[in-house]
């Protein structure tokens, strides 16, 4: 596949010389060797790597979890990868470095290679890169998650290994409807005067020196505004860290998982910025990767679920939605909406409210995919 020339794959861990600072990547602090529980980096590329955590040598529904590059380190999402962990065999996650910590060399990663990358860890965890089989995964995109999660299935069904299911949850498909404050900030400022603000250069005290970079500094004074917006208007983040109703609060509070901030690379940052909020490309149906134009028209196969909050502010009701306006391929039998009543962003992906409602969502439409009859290749 034309991916392969791009964003080549190698299967494994790095080896000693090849790995990364381990300041780079949070661990997830979920293998239990006693308890059959494995964690292994199962492929790698040249930026992200994929994670994996398994149960069994052999698993049979496999889960891809796009994490979000939008400042938190991936183990934000290790409540949901818990989560999942109780009805699928295998859990991997696309496990995105913090840039401070690669080095030039590695090459840029923008919007592009974001989509790329997650197309080939898709690919990775189907087994298709490595021996050519029928895809069968299942792909679950958070937050910012959900647009490279989106275009890597629109991408994979144009070559015939379309993912057997696909779930968005809080992402910006079309964030033009119902929209945001950040939508509209983004609007009105020019991209030029933009990065001028706020991207950096990697001193030379670190791997990644001479990388532009939107720094976790800034990611965490973005984060403690939205803190302080969200306890002044009654939002339910406020409460949802003083309150802690996660898997394992003691070890792995939300605070902690929120607050533990990354810097992300500077042509993705602008490029996101520009390719979904100012262009609006994907829900435009104008969205290309590497030249290939990515067709939402393409899954016609696949079960399609979008998970939005009611109160989500992050992500606005319908923004996630919009998904299926798109996939007008998709039968109606496959496709299924979610919206959690009174639940802001972070409740789709952390909590209670995530395993009551979220979680068993994810189960239906996988066991909706795994069950419908497929035409024959």
């Not at 089989?133 to 998650?145: A, K, L, M, P, R």
């Not at 994907?282 to 196969?301: E, I, K, M, N």
Request: hydrophobic residues 50%.
């Amino acid at each position: 596949m034309w991916l392969d020339d791009l964003r080549p794959l190698q299967f494994g861990a790095a080896t000693e010389s090849e790995r990364l600072n381990e300041a780079a990547y949070q661990a997830f602090g979920i293998a239990q060797p006693g308890a059959g529980m494995v964690d292994v980096v199962g492929a790698r590329l040249p930026f992200g790597q994929i994670r994996m955590f398994s149960r069994s040598p052999q698993p049979r529904r496999r889960v891809l979890v796009v994490a979000p590059m939008a400042g938190a380190y991936p183990f934000l999402m290790r409540d949901l990868v818990m989560a999942l962990l109780g009805v699928a065999d295998a859990v991997a996650v696309t496990e995105w470095p913090n840039a401070r910590y690669v080095p030039v060399s590695a090459g840029r990663f923008g919007f592009a290679e974001n989509c790329m990358e997650t197309a080939q860890m898709a690919r990775a965890l189907a087994g298709d890169a490595r021996a050519g089989e029928e895809g069968g995964i299942h792909i679950v995109g958070v937050c910012q998650g959900a647009l490279p999660a989106f275009a890597a299935a629109c991408l994979l069904a144009e070559a015939g290994a379309a993912p057997a299911s696909l779930s968005l949850i809080g992402g910006p498909i079309d964030p033009s409807r119902n929209p945001t404050r950040l939508w509209r900030v983004l609007q009105e400022r020019s991209l030029e005067a933009l990065e001028r603000q706020v991207i950096e250069t990697v001193s030379s005290a670190f791997p990644g020196a001479g990388r532009r970079i939107f720094p976790a500094w800034r990611q965490i004074d973005a984060f403690a505004l939205y803190l302080w917006r969200q306890s002044l208007s009654g939002g339910d983040l406020p409460f949802r860290l003083a309150f802690d109703d996660g898997e394992d609060p003691v070890r792995f509070p939300l605070a902690r998982l929120c607050w533990s901030m990354m810097d992300v690379a500077g042509e993705f940052f602008m490029e996101n910025v520009e390719t979904v909020f100012r262009e609006n490309a994907l829900a435009r149906d104008r969205l290309t990767v590497a030249g290939h134009a990515v067709r939402a028209q393409a899954l016609s196969t696949t079960a399609l679920l979008t998970v939005e909050g009611e109160v989500d502010d992050i992500s606005a009701r319908t923004q996630t939605e919009a998904a299926h306006d798109l996939c007008v391929n998709i039968p109606t039998h496959l496709k299924r909406q979610v919206v959690v009543p009174n639940a802001g962003h972070f409740a789709l992906f952390y909590g209670r409210r995530m395993r009551e409602t979220v979680l068993p969502a994810l189960a239906e439409v996988m066991q909706a995919a795994e069950s419908a009859v497929r035409p024959a290749a």
